[in-house]
């Protein structure tokens, strides 16, 4: 790694980026070694003692059998703990899985078996949820408990001593592994690399207005790339790091004005729920530079209503999984342009380093500008591919362009204008729900013959899940029942909020079900395509 004279703090260099994600700490350990890097509550971390103990974790993972291109697994919900497992991975060539904790135990194994997952850190309150699938797990060497009265995982830095690195991955090498669900009812683990990260970082950094002195709140969840990836741009900058666990409206507003952050990103839900906090009233948000948005759509009534309460700028972030984070951003001059208000609606122009092209999604070939079609983009950000999934790999890729599977067109000032999903996801709270997923299971009850699942209009969360059934012969279907069937098999997020019981399904003359049809009867809104 390049290395830096550890001069006034202004004048201080960056890691270089993209050969390897642990650069970051080697890099800033070594010029700002005394500078707090990570926050989690009361916790401090600079960056000479943050390092120290990733090198301890390395040792300690080493220690029980992990080798260059091994994966391992955190369950939890935010903690510092997951971060030094990331560079943990990226010092010695492994792969960290960071899994939903919102999943089921059935999907929680899923998850654990297809990334082959040899050591777990799991939070003390999710280790219930682990247990009972823990018989099913024969990769599963070893698991360690983060936090609560039972906490293994100091002592499992304690135990090992930093040992010079014997291993450097290469920049193509995965250091993140991220599921995302699947257009085939199954999950797909998105492999993000050194190359691509560090990329993310750079352009991410630029294009957001991030600098030494930035403070950066992550209340994503870090195993949304919108979490992991938000955290990694400010420590790539040297910034300071604050990782929130849980999203307490007025607790967040108190920490942003009490540790003066610079930097926030939230689901378009927050924000609705900060409007309706009291003590916003109160709150000093002065020292707010960039405010992010992403994860669904912001309906225009919630973002006019921000745009009225917030005086920071705003930044609208496009991205997925795959491109390692964010690939467009709309930034404050438009969300305040009252000459271009319909910019409000477009997710931003492409960061430095990324191509977009619309092509039809039958051919290919680019569609004229302002016309509709499949974006596709270019960048190193892209990943890899999918773990083990060479057919869904290819799928996916055409001639060095990663498909999208969003429909839209860009303007003549190169505005990119999201118009749908082709894969007909739905966004609800900022989770991604792929509707073949709980088809899958729906289908798994005795009373339903038929399921199409359609995301409909909620003034909370934008987008909530509906399922449309047909009943088995000599059947009745319960919808309360139903649901509590789903609750069991998936993540609570991903199931029915209601339940219409037809005859029969819309369908094309070639029996494909009509999702577009029973999108206008379900949705009020007879212009839904």
């Avoid at 193509?172 to 199954?186: A, E, K, R």
């Avoid at 990260?197 to 630029?206: D, W």
């Avoid at 225009?300 to 930044?315: H, I, P």
Wanted: aromatic share 8%; proline share 6%.
């Amino acid at each position: 790694m390049a290395k830096a004279v550890p001069l006034a703090a202004e004048s201080i260099d960056r890691p270089v980026p993209g050969s390897d994600l642990h650069g970051i700490l080697d890099f800033w350990s070594e010029a700002a070694p005394d500078a707090e890097a990570l926050a989690e509550g009361d916790r401090r971390w600079t960056w000479s003692g943050l390092e120290d103990r990733v090198a301890r974790l390395a040792a300690a993972l080493a220690g029980d059998g992990m080798r260059p291109g091994h994966h391992f697994a955190t369950l939890d919900k935010n903690a510092a703990a997951t971060v030094e497992a990331t560079f943990a991975a990226a010092r010695d060539g492994h792969a960290h899985v960071i899994v939903n904790w919102r999943l089921s135990p059935r999907e929680i194994e899923y998850v654990l078996a297809d990334a082959q997952a040899r050591i777990l850190f799991v939070g003390a309150e999710f280790l219930p949820q682990v247990e009972q699938i823990r018989d099913r797990l024969p990769h599963l060497a070893k698991i360690v408990v983060v936090g609560g009265d039972a906490d293994e995982y100091e002592d499992y830095l304690a135990s090992a001593a930093p040992v010079p690195r014997s291993h450097r991955p290469e920049p193509d090498d995965c250091v993140l592994l991220l599921y995302t669900s699947g257009t085939t009812g199954f999950p797909k683990g998105a492999m993000l690399t050194h190359r691509s990260l560090g990329a993310h970082c750079v352009a991410a950094a630029e294009a957001l207005g991030f600098s030494h002195d930035s403070v950066n709140m992550v209340a994503m969840p870090l195993f949304h790339v919108g979490g992991i990836s938000w955290a990694l741009i400010s420590l790539w900058v040297r910034a300071r790091t604050l990782i929130v666990r849980d999203v307490v409206p007025a607790a967040v507003l108190e920490q942003i004005q009490r540790q003066k952050v610079t930097h926030a990103f939230f689901v378009p839900t927050v924000y609705e729920y900060f409007l309706a906090t009291p003590e916003l009233d109160r709150a000093n948000l002065s020292s707010l530079r960039c405010l992010g948005y992403g994860g669904s759509s912001m309906p225009l009534s919630l973002m006019r209503r921000c745009l009225e309460r917030f005086t920071s700028d705003f930044y609208q972030v496009y991205g997925m999984t795959e491109a390692s984070g964010v690939f467009s951003v709309l930034g404050p001059e438009a969300h305040r342009d009252p000459d271009r208000i319909h910019l409000l609606t477009s997710a931003g122009r492409p960061l430095s380093g990324v191509q977009v092209r619309v092509a039809s999604p039958v051919t290919g070939e680019e569609v004229p500008r302002g016309r509709s079609g499949e974006f596709w983009i270019r960048s190193e950000q892209v990943m890899a591919g999918y773990w083990d999934k060479p057919e869904a790999t290819a799928e996916s890729f055409r001639d060095g362009w990663f498909r999208t599977g969003d429909a839209g067109f860009v303007d003549d000032d190169g505005f990119l204008f999201v118009r749908d999903r082709l894969k007909d996801m739905i966004i609800s709270g900022g989770e991604n729900i792929y509707p073949a997923e709980v088809e899958r299971v729906i289908a798994e009850h005795p009373s339903v013959a038929e399921a199409c699942v359609i995301g409909v209009p909620d003034p909370t969360y934008v987008e909530a899940v509906k399922a449309v059934v047909t009943v088995a012969p000599d059947a009745v279907v319960d919808a309360a029942e139903l649901i509590a069937f789903c609750r069991e098999r998936l993540a609570a997020y991903k199931c029915p909020k209601s339940v219409e019981v037809v005859q029969e399904l819309p369908r094309t003359v070639t029996g494909k079900v009509l999702k577009r049809e029973l999108r206008k009867a379900y949705s009020n809104n007879p212009d839904i395509s």
